[in-house]
C-alpha cells in the first residue's frame, strides 16, 4: 500500500505503522483479509497489542472505532479471517 502512489500522484491519506515490533493501541495499520477479500488492503486501528497477535478494528472514522474488533497476525500488515471481517 505505500508503494501504490506514483510520483505526481496525491499522497494517500493515511500515516501506518508497518513496524510490528512497535505496534501499540491506536496506531492505523493496514490490514489484509484472507480468502476472496485477499487482494484488497484495509485501514485498521490496534485495539489491542499482543506478542503473538493484535485486536483491531477497521477505521470507521470514528475514535475509538466502533466496528467489531478482529483478531490479526502479528505482522507489518497484520491478516485477519474472512469470517471475522465480514461481522
Excluded at 500500500?1 to 494517500?12: A, F, I, R, W, Y
Excluded at 476472496?36 to 478494528?57: K, Q, R
Excluded at 477505521?59 to 507489518?76: A, C, I, L, Q, V
Aim: charged share 30%; proline share 9%.
Amino acid at each position: 500500500m505505500k508503494d501504490m502512489v506514483q510520483p505526481g500522484e496525491e499522497q494517500c491519506p493515511f500515516s501506518f505503522n508497518f513496524d510490528e515490533a512497535t505496534f501499540k493501541p491506536g496506531d492505523v495499520v493496514s490490514y489484509r483479509v484472507d480468502g476472496s477479500l485477499g487482494d484488497m488492503p484495509f485501514v485498521g486501528v490496534l485495539v489491542e497489542v499482543h506478542e503473538d497477535y493484535v485486536i483491531l478494528c477497521h477505521d470507521d472514522g470514528n475514535r475509538p472505532p466502533k466496528s467489531d474488533p478482529m483478531r490479526g497476525t502479528r505482522e507489518s500488515r497484520p491478516v485477519v479471517s474472512e469470517e471475522d471481517a465480514l461481522k
